[in-house]
């Protein structure tokens, strides 16, 4: 083998191509000369439900809370009732102390979030792509936290560390380690809620990173062992160059499930103790259904899509920039 | 060294299998007992709802193994309500996005302009935006159409949050349907409808379960929406009735963990069937390649 041909397949698989990439079938500007070019009226009525639907259940929704974050209404007063309040939403949640420690442990539950299941679930996914008896069943098995449905595990999780009677308090005090109220203490609860989003979310990493990683040319890594690479400088400079396309998508997507992320908090915690794990869109949630005040609630929503739209679009020509590579 | 010995039968009898890498034999049954013990905990929470929800509860005579409990929950409870309106929601959800995602994955998979760099942005931001923003509008848009506390109101919302990610999956899905068997048909007289149906929907069946299964889990697991929409008993669907259930039962493990165990066995039965059709490495490809 060539060092030639190594390097191109080194290249191609970077690119992505033969995955997802783009095919060179694929009809670019040639404009009316095929029969897909001249169908323009059929692909509009192919792509006019969907638009139809994302714009009536997505963006008009979110036009709607615009014009509720500047009233001060409740859940049940149309627009047209509510009286104009101006930016004052937005002034008085930025500068509560319940937002500011909101957007904190948003912030860290997203961090932790993202990456402890990123490097969770690339872990699984680089052992189930060596040889392992009944590899397959493992797949299946490893995926379940993420197919339960999120209630069913936060109730499980709650027998299993709810109170100091539960299953894992019991366990730890056995060993010395005694009054771990896992629910009650506001830092432990928010320990908790973080390993059980990272708990439920490895999974999803685990597929991405799984088929990022079937797409890999083995002789790659020939090529680094002739080359005298360690297992380690292989990791690091092989096989994660040539996914990091993937990681960089599965890192936008579990950023904007673990921002937008309610019942994982909720279920387990509503939020306590002491507020200590309210999330942004658990404060949201909390003004605009406990409180009946959509004003604020509109307002930490949007602030929230906000910096959610501009985050992923960085990211999103980021994306696009290891693709063109 | 017993695991050396060991590892010759599983190398015998899997000899069509391409070797990974070439430390790859020695060690493996190593690993496979490192992976056995972390999937053993891993999943420790799901184990504890299955073996809970097979134990007697505090009222029962009977100890040990028993299926009373899901008897009693069955009888007593509204679970089989719950059930069957999850069920409705879910499919309804499953083929409205399917019917309308597929089509315009197509256009997406296939074509490459301004127009549809613009659709594909919009997918982007759609799928970033929070639930809750959305759901306060809609209720009181709902309010107004008579859709809040029923299921189609539900099932409206589900669509539409699922949209985005199941035309990214259908496109990644079409991606890998080489558009020569269309270019054929085309000159063979057939229009973009005729061969989009009878060539592109007929090899797409793992894609259109991708994007099934996808569409039914979000269905299946939300619990958001169906706790603001809907508020009749007859009304509920699984999550909020485990919920509410777990709330006025908390003591009573036994049963709660039996309607549990009824929410969580369709999406397992569904994986344990179809994993292998169930994809999301495309999702990846279509959301950065175009």
């Not at chain 1, 809370?65 to 001060?72: E, F, G, R, T």
Request: proline letters at 5%.
């Amino acid at each position: 083998m060539s060092i030639g041909t190594v390097a191109e397949r080194l290249q191609q698989a970077r690119r992505g191509v033969g995955v997802s990439g783009r095919r060179p079938g694929t009809v670019r500007s040639r404009g009316d000369r095929t029969p897909l070019g001249r169908a323009r009226g059929t692909l509009a009525l192919f792509a006019i439900p969907s638009l139809l639907l994302l714009v009536l259940l997505n963006v008009f929704p979110v036009g709607y809370a615009i014009i509720q974050s500047v009233q001060d209404g409740t859940p049940s007063t149309l627009p047209t009732e509510a009286p104009f309040v101006g930016f004052a939403n937005y002034v008085n949640v930025v500068t509560s102390a319940q937002f500011l420690h909101a957007a904190l442990f948003t912030l860290a539950f997203t961090i932790c979030g993202v990456f402890g299941s990123w490097i969770i679930g690339m872990a699984f996914a680089l052992l189930l792509r060596t040889r392992i008896p009944a590899n397959a069943a493992f797949k299946v098995l490893l995926l379940l936290p993420w197919i339960v449905p999120v209630v069913v595990s936060a109730t499980a999780w709650n027998w299993l560390v709810a109170t100091p009677q539960s299953p894992l308090p019991v366990a730890l005090s056995a060993i010395g380690v005694t009054n771990a109220n896992f629910l009650g203490d506001p830092v432990l609860a928010q320990i908790v809620v973080i390993i059980f989003k990272v708990w439920i979310s490895f999974p999803f990493m685990m597929m991405m990173m799984s088929s990022a990683l079937a797409s890999v040319d083995l002789n790659v890594y020939e090529a680094a062992k002739i080359d005298g690479a360690t297992q380690w400088q292989a990791l690091t400079g092989v096989t994660l160059p040539i996914v990091s396309r993937t990681t960089y998508i599965s890192w936008v997507l579990m950023t904007i499930f673990c921002v937008n992320d309610f019942p994982t908090i909720f279920l387990l915690t509503q939020g306590g103790p002491v507020n200590a794990t309210t999330s942004l869109i658990v404060l949201a949630y909390q003004a605009a259904f406990q409180d009946q005040q959509t004003g604020p609630a509109t307002a930490i929503a949007i602030l929230m899509t906000v910096v959610l739209v501009i985050v992923s679009t960085v990211l999103y020509r980021q994306i696009k920039k290891v693709n063109i590579e | 060294m017993s695991h050396t010995a060991a590892a010759e039968p599983g190398t015998v009898a899997t000899p069509w299998r391409r070797a990974p890498i070439a430390r790859d034999k020695k060690g493996q049954w190593w690993r496979f007992g490192v992976i056995a013990v972390l999937t053993l905990i891993v999943n420790t929470p799901i184990l504890a709802v299955l073996y809970l929800s097979t134990q007697a509860g505090p009222n029962s005579t009977t100890t040990g193994f028993t299926l009373e409990n899901f008897a009693r929950v069955f009888a007593e409870t509204d679970v089989t309500i719950w059930l069957g309106n999850s069920l409705t929601v879910a499919l309804v959800t499953v083929v409205v996005a399917v019917v309308v995602a597929a089509p315009a994955g197509y256009v997406l998979s296939r074509l490459r302009n301004r127009l549809v760099s613009g659709y594909s942005l919009i997918l982007f931001v759609v799928q970033s935006l929070p639930v809750v923003t959305a759901a306060i509008p809609l209720f009181l848009t709902f309010t107004v159409f008579g859709l809040v506390d029923s299921l189609g109101g539900v099932a409206i919302v589900y669509i539409g949050s699922t949209m985005s990610v199941a035309i990214w999956m259908m496109a990644a899905y079409f991606d890998s349907i080489p558009i020569s068997l269309e270019e054929a048909a085309w000159m063979d007289g057939a229009t973009v409808f005729g061969s989009f149906r009878r060539i592109v929907l007929r090899n797409s069946l793992p894609g259109i379960l991708s994007t099934a299964i996808f569409s039914f889990l979000l269905a299946w697991n939300d619990y958001l929406i169906a706790l603001l929409f809907l508020q009749s008993p007859d009304k509920l669907t699984l999550p909020v009735g485990l919920q509410t259930f777990f709330q006025q039962n908390a003591a009573d493990w036994a049963s709660v963990m039996a309607v549990a165990v009824v929410m969580m066995a369709p999406p397992i039965l569904i994986f344990a069937v179809l994993n292998r059709y169930f994809s999301l490495g495309g999702i990846g490809g279509s959301l950065a390649g175009r």
